[in-house]
């Protein structure tokens, strides 16, 4: 891969202090790009930074909560005044949750989501737009193979990966005449913490995987193939066998896909 592809680039990645958004602007560093990390938490962030930075690479960081309108336009100013151009933004940013439905006494919880998952990637979005359109830039949307399957106990996150899923294949037909790419991410488990910092019926930390994470990917193939994928500038990237299978067969032989994504659940 050559470097000149991310270097001295402006790239915005959510969800920067952890998990994909951490290893993904790590792996990235290596091309010497300008890096804008953005997350709750500035002293992860931090630590992060000061790894890109080791490898060559430029950081702003910059303290944000997606689920806060005003913080992610705040983030694209800041992001602007600082390097002057947005080349990529990647919407890595997101909560899990696992509960049933029959369990969840207050449905606000689906909105609280909503506002993270969807809306914290529709309001960076948006602000960078026009900014991305000059420079002919790409969109990534970290989304997950639960945006594309339902899987039980899984109706808040399926509802907010479904919805993120609609709007950024609807917006990839709208800004494709102005040069600007958009990739959809459909990672499968990957060993990270977000099921365990993931919420409960009560909108509460779970504190655990509910899901079997044998032969789960590591962050590290995840954020490699994020980075091929930006390269490239593809379109999607669904990566298991399992999840390319599932797209199919969701077509073919639904009920196929029920039983597969029961059999995702950890057994109890």
């Known amino acids: 891969m050559s470097e000149s592809v991310f270097q001295n680039k402006t790239i915005i990645v959510t969800g920067a202090?952890?998990?994909?958004?951490?290893?993904?602007?790590?792996q990235?560093?290596?091309?010497?790009?300008?890096l804008v990390l953005a997350a709750r938490r500035p002293?992860?962030?931090?630590?992060?930074?000061?790894?890109?930075?080791?490898?060559?690479?430029?950081c702003l960081v910059v303290s944000t909560d997606v689920s806060i309108e005003a913080d992610c336009r705040a983030l694209i100013e800041r992001a602007v005044a600082?390097?002057?151009a947005i080349d990529a933004l990647v919407?890595?940013?997101?909560?899990?949750?696992?509960a049933r439905f029959a369990d969840i006494e207050?449905?606000?919880v689906y909105e609280k989501l909503m506002r993270i998952n969807l809306m914290g990637s529709v309001w960076p979005t948006h602000a960078a737009l026009p900014h991305l359109k000059k420079s002919k830039g790409q969109i990534v949307a970290v989304s997950s193979l639960a945006g594309l399957v339902g899987v039980p106990e899984r109706t808040t996150y399926c509802a907010t990966k479904f919805a993120q899923t609609g709007f950024f294949e609807a917006l990839r037909v709208e800004v494709e005449p102005d040069g600007v790419d958009v990739c959809l991410v459909y990672p499968g488990v990957v060993l990270t913490n977000i099921r365990v910092h993931g919420w409960n019926a009560k909108g509460e930390r779970l504190g655990?995987?509910?899901?079997?994470?044998?032969?789960?990917?590591?962050?590290?193939?995840?954020?490699?193939?994020?980075?091929?994928?930006?390269a490239t500038r593809k379109r999607d990237v669904v990566m298991t066998t399992k999840g390319k299978l599932g797209?199919?067969?969701k077509l073919i032989a639904p009920g196929v896909v029920d039983k597969l994504a029961r059999k995702a659940l950890k057994r109890q």
Do not use: H, Y
């Not at 202090?17 to 993904?24: K, P």
């Open 17 to 26: 202090s952890d998990g994909i958004g951490a290893e993904l602007a790590r």
């Open 43 to 58: 002293e992860a962030l931090d630590e992060v930074a000061k790894a890109c930075e080791a490898q060559g690479a430029q």
């Open 82 to 84: 600082r390097f002057g």
């Open 28 to 34: 990235l560093a290596r091309f010497k790009p300008k």
């Open 247 to 249: 797209r199919w067969l």
């Open 208 to 230: 655990s995987s509910g899901l079997d994470e044998a032969g789960a990917m590591t962050v590290e193939e995840c954020a490699r193939l994020i980075v091929e994928a930006m």
């Open 91 to 98: 919407n890595n940013a997101g909560v899990s949750m696992q």
């Open 106 to 108: 207050n449905t606000d």
